[in-house]
T-cell receptor, first 114, second 109 residues
Framework: DAGVIQSPRHEVTEMGQEVTLRCKPI?????LFWYRQTMMRGLELLIYFNNNVPIDDSGMPEDRFSAKMPNASFSTLKIQPSEPRDSAVYFCASSSTGYPYEQYFGPGTRLTVT | QKEVEQDPGPLSVPEGAIVSLNCTYSNSAFQYFMWYRQYSRKGPELLMYTYSSGNKEDGRFTAQVDKSSKYISLFIRDSQPSDSATYLC?????????FGQGTRLTINP
């Protein structure tokens, strides 16, 4: 299996622009998670889906952030408009249901907003 | 106060040393305790997990959980330069994982 695939790997954009991050989970996994990692705050869960349905979006920082999962093999995280404080590494992870809920992480997207 | 506390380090030790990494937590409902390893510019990968209290050994790695003290540890024996990474503890909360800050570890040859 190719593992969790994320694109792009790096994104540099200007403040105010729309940013879209993409994720393809491992085939057969029915849970998908979006995280943000910064030096100051560590790894934070933004939102997660079960069977393409958003279950918990309490970690989404603001209305500028939105996530969708139109099918079992694709998800997007969108930031509109982007701000410099959104600069971070964004990870997507997937897992199958059932304990211990081992999550497999993608390589991440390094976002820089200038 | 964060639910999971982990000393961010950095921690630097010579090759061959025994390394001890620790986390404390406040939520007594946590049942699964995990350790993830993250190499520079990579995603975290699950190293090992433990259910409830007790020890679990996997090669040079031992995970220990003390639920009465709300304290978990990861021991690395005969540490190697390839063990240099950031180690994150994580605990389950109804399918969500709550991560510690991560400890950056460097093993010096």
């Amino acid at each position: 299996d190719a593992g969790v695939i994320q694109s792009p790997r790096h994104e540099v954009t200007e403040m105010g622009q729309e940013v879209t991050l993409r994720c393809k989970p491992i085939s057969g996994h029915n849970s998908l998670f979006w995280y943000r990692q910064t030096m100051m705050r560590g790894l934070e869960l933004l939102i997660y889906f079960n069977n393409n349905v958003p279950i918990d979006d309490s970690g989404m920082p603001e209305d500028r952030f939105s996530a969708k999962m139109p099918n079992a093999s694709f998800s997007t995280l969108k930031i509109q408009p982007s701000e410099p404080r959104d600069s971070a590494v964004y990870f997507c992870a997937s897992s199958s249901t059932g304990y211990p809920y081992e999550q497999y992480f993608g390589p991440g997207t390094r976002l820089t907003v200038t | 106060q964060k639910e999971v506390e982990q000393d961010p380090g950095p921690l630097s030790v010579p090759e061959g040393a025994i390394v001890s990494l620790n986390c404390t937590y406040s939520n007594s409902a946590f049942q699964y305790f995990m350790w993830y390893r993250q190499y520079s510019r990579k995603g975290p990968e699950l190293l090992m997990y433990t259910y409830s209290s007790g020890n679990k050994e996997d090669g040079r790695f031992t995970a220990q959980v003390d639920k009465s003290s709300k304290y978990i540890s990861l021991f690395i024996r005969d540490s190697q330069p390839s063990d240099s990474a950031t180690y994150l503890c994580a605990m389950d909360q109804a399918q969500k994982l709550v991560f510690g800050q991560g400890t950056r570890l460097t093993i010096n040859p």
